[in-house]
Every structure is written in C-alpha cells, then in structure tokens.
C-alpha cells in the first residue's frame, strides 16, 4: 500500500483519538502567510490566483533569509564550512522531495528551474535517445502549453507526430481514445495530473497502467497536481513526475523533475556545464552520476533548501487536512458560484481540484478582472496557457478562481458578492 | 482644441470621481459611446493582439490629418482606446508623433499602458504614432 495512503490512515486515527489536535483553523494558518495580512488598494487581500502561484509561509521565507544571511556559498565544490553547510542542507532538501513523493532513490530526483524546465529536459534527453522519425508522442487536449511546445520541438527534431487525447465537455479525458491511439509506434505519453485551467483531476493511474500495457512510458506534468492531492511515484509506477516549487508554497526557479533511475542512467544529459561531469578532456568527457548528470552548473540550491522548508511546512498541517478543506471550499464555492444567473463554469468533472474556470455572459473576462482587481480580489484571466482547451470551448478567456488551503469561505462569498457588482456595472 | 487642450478637459472631467467605480463607471460609458471603428476595418490586418483583450485600430490621412477610428472586445479597454483617439484622432502627423500623453497618468489610469498590461493599448499607442510617421514620410 502506498506510503501516502498509509500515512492518511494514520492521520485519521489522530484525529480520532483526539479532534483538537489536527482540527484544521484557517485562521491560524493564514497568519503564517505575511502577504495575507497586507492591504492592496486599502483592502483586505483576496488572492485567488493560486494557481499561478501560491503564496510562502513566513517558515519559507525565514529559510531562504537564514541561508542567504548566513550560510550562502556554492555547493558541492568547496571544502569549506560554509560551503559544505549548504552542500549538505541542499542534499537533505533532496532527500525530503525523495520522501515526500515516496521515490525509490535519492537520485531519482533532479532539481530543476520548474515544471516547465523538467519537461523540456525529457522532451530533450529522452528524445535523443527513443524517439525517431515517424514514431509518435501521444498528450491531452487539456495539456498546459509548457506540456504541448516541448513535443512539438521534439517531433520537428525527430519528424515524429503528436497524438492528442481529447476531452469530454465536462472536462474529463477520453480514456478510451487513449486505448486506441496507443501503438507499437508510440514511444511516450505525457499529460498532466490536473487541468490548470478546468481543475480536472486526470486518472493517471488508469493512465500509466493502460500505457505501461503497451510498454510505453508516462510523464505526468504535476505543476497543479502535487500540492492539492499528494504523489507517491512508487504506487503510481510513473516514469517521469515533473513539478515546481513555488506551487508548493516554496519559492520560485526551483522545480523537481523525478525520473525512474533506468530512465535517468539510459538518457543522455540535457545541458553541459559544471558539476555534471567527472572528467572532461578534449578528447573526451565522462558524465557524472545521477543526480549530478542532469544539474549542470550552479542550481538554484537556495531555492532547493526553500522548497525542503515548504514541503515540511505542509506536512506539519497535514496533507489530508489541507486535502479535506480544500474539497470542502471547492464544494462550497461550485455551489455558490453556480447560482449566479449567466455565470457559467467551465469544467465539472467528477473529481476537481481548487480551481474554478467560469464565464459571465456578455462580459469580456479582461473586464471582470480588471473589476474584481479593483474589489481586491486576485483571479487569473485569459486563456491560461491553454489555448486548445478554449478553442474547444469557442471562448478566448475564463476568469479563473483557484483555491488553496488559505482561503476561507467568508473571501468565496465576498467573491460572490463583487461578481454581483460586476454584473450590475456592465448590464 | 490642440492635444495639450483635449488632454486637460479629460483630467478635468475624471477630476470629479472620487473613486475607480465612478471612473470606471465612466470609461464603460466612454466604450458604450465610442464611434466604432467601419466594420470593414475590423478584420485580421487592423487588428492588435493582447495577450488579455483585442483591438482593432484604423487610421485615414485626409487633407494632412490623421483620423482614428477603434474598437476593443473588452469594454474597459474599448473605454481607454477611446480617450486615446479622442485626443490624437483629427491631428497633423508631427502633432501626433511629438505628443506626450501626460492625461493617462494624471487620470491614474497609467497602469493600463505599462508594458505588463496585456490589453494591447500600449502596443495600439505605438501603432498610432507609426501612422502618423508613415503619413509623414509620405508627405514630405
């Protein structure tokens, strides 16, 4: 059984055994966070771009103070104090990502920019190795455009093709189309966990497990998925996670690619540089060792530590707390939400993360945000960076809402409220 | 009216709100009103992408003036091309390339013009002054 699935089993004997410990006080929560106190506009602050970015407890940013304050020096090459200090606190964050989403190895996690940076090193490694002309990559209609432009480089590389599983109208995938596009000429599947922009949980189980029938690896951009579900890579036999710090309430310019060691010893290097090798002549250079094949030159090692100090941020509330209450505030917000007349959601799978997509009727969403900016609210606009999911759609824009486990009912209502105002402004 | 006089009469109208509701309030009433760019005109050649909204910009050159016609597909933004016309549009080319729009920043609405704003207004200045050194080039 899964270590995550263990750990919420005994989380929930906890709470249990004694209510009061584990009860879950929004309250509280949001006073580790010094951006929600501050006021915009001389207002109370309702960020509901979450999405986007999450906000950092201050047990971050005290982190990322005290290395920078005291113990800033480059890792892995210095003998001395300073540096070996940071060497050593930049291995344990990986150790902690190793725990967190319950990899095999240490060296199974590679330390990235971002989730966007972890795709494109696989497009590129795995790409040079596996993929030749006319073989096929297969994604989703739902995929964020960082999860689409690296096979599509990759395919004009190689001359292979991109395979597109489309999507129900209520957000979910097709799983069956998967089944029939698979072939013996497809060489990868990449799709995200969740739909940055409908808030669709995707089976990626049923997904790896259909695919790795047909003896064809999968990527699972995690970028929304990890922080509002929990991962454990063993159980879901995945080949390739990808996710990024600073949406796991850890800083930005860090990410995580995690790879199976076969995966990460068999593909080629994606940049040269320092530390990733062991000896370089003209004549020739020999590559270093997972993890360090794939983390030339200096790494955002800061922002590793930072991500370390996130990830033990959220397991000292709970995954599961933070999961139920995130369920709970989806739940009340779809429902709120629903009755407002020519407010239409996009997205209602059955199982949804903290993100709500949704149009007005006769109001350009450009508008509405800038409205609701106004009332101090934070909601993204746009296309989302995905712009297939709106061509499906025949819109060119959503106002999106995403949650996390700081926000409270009282800010959904207040949402409500100034989408009332919004309307009446331009009806 | 010269530029520098269109620009003071519109500081002088947003001086009366007090607040963005009011001012917005007023820039939906300036969208709703605007006399909208031929639809002819509104096609793919015209048209100057944001990564948020859309405009649509047309200028014609008659008897050494420039005239501007625009539309948006957002309203605010439709509000704000609209102060933008009303102060360049009927304008000698040189008047156009030289002014500086100090009104924008004066009626707090500046934000909307920064390089981060994906409404396309920034991108729609430039378009017009391009004209206006295209109309010019012409005619010298």
Known sequence: ?427 | MTIDEKQKEIIEEFSVFDDWMDKYSYLIELGNNIQLIDDKYKTEEYIIRGCQSDVWLHAEYVDGIVNFTTDSNAILTKGIAALLVRVLSGHKPANIINADLYFVKEIGLDQHLSPTRANGLLSMLKQMKLYAMAYQAKNS
């Open chain 1, 1 to 427: 059984m899964c270590k995550l699935h263990n750990k919420l089993l005994s989380n929930r004997l906890v709470i249990n055994l004694n209510p009061k410990i584990l009860e879950f006080k929004v309250e509280q929560i949001r006073k580790d966070f010094p951006i929600l106190q501050q006021r915009i506009y001389n207002k109370s602050l309702v960020y509901l771009d979450n999405a986007a970015t999450t906000q950092k407890p201050k047990q971050v940013i005290d982190t990322i103070n005290e290395y920078y304050t005291k113990y800033n020096s480059n890792i892995h090459r210095g003998v001395h104090f300073l540096s070996e200090k940071t060497t050593l606190a930049y291995e344990n964050a990986r150790e902690s990502v190793k725990n967190f989403i319950n990899a095999k190895h240490e060296h199974e996690v590679i330390f990235t920019h971002g989730t966007t940076s972890a795709i494109n090193l696989v497009a590129f490694s795995y790409g040079e190795k596996f993929i030749n002309e006319n073989d096929e990559i297969i994604i989703s209609a739902m995929e964020h455009h960082s999860n689409i432009v690296p096979w599509q480089l990759l395919c004009e590389r190689k001359k292979a093709k991109l395979k597109v599983i489309p999507f129900f109208s209520n957000g979910e995938l097709a799983l069956d189309e998967l089944e029939k596009l698979l072939n013996e000429k497809t060489k990868l599947v990449a799709v995200n966990h969740v739909s940055n922009t409908m808030g669709t949980i995707n089976p990626i189980k049923k997904i790896i497990e259909i695919s790795h029938n047909h003896n064809v690896p999968v990527l699972i951009d995690g970028a929304q998925g990890i922080q509002h579900t929990g991962v454990d890579v063993q159980d879901l036999d995945v080949d390739f996670y990808a996710f990024s710090g600073h949406k796991v309430y850890g800083p930005t310019g860090i990410g995580v690619l995690y790879g199976k060691e076969k995966w990460l010893e068999e593909i080629p290097p994606y940049q040269g540089g320092g530390d990733m090798i062991k000896s370089v002549t003209f004549a020739k250079t020999v590559y270093n060792d997972l993890p360090f094949k794939f983390e030339a030159g200096t790494t955002n090692y800061i922002g590793a530590i930072g991500l370390a100090s996130a990830i033990k941020y959220i397991e000292s509330i709970e995954l599961e707390n933070i999961f139920n209450y995130e369920k709970e505030l989806l739940d009340y917000a779809t429902t709120k939400l629903s009755t407002i007349e020519g407010l239409s959601i996009i997205g209602y799978a059955k199982e949804k993360s903290c993100i709500i997509s949704f149009v007005l009727d006769g109001i350009h969403h450009f508008d509405a945000g800038m409205m609701l900016d106004k009332m101090d609210i934070a909601v993204r606009t746009g296309n989302h960076c995905t712009q297939p999911i709106m061509d499906y759609y025949r819109i060119d824009g959503t106002i999106r809402a995403s949650m996390t486990f700081y926000n409270t009912k009282e800010e959904i209502d207040y949402l409500y409220d100034s989408i009332l105002k919004v309307k009446q402004m331009f009806n």
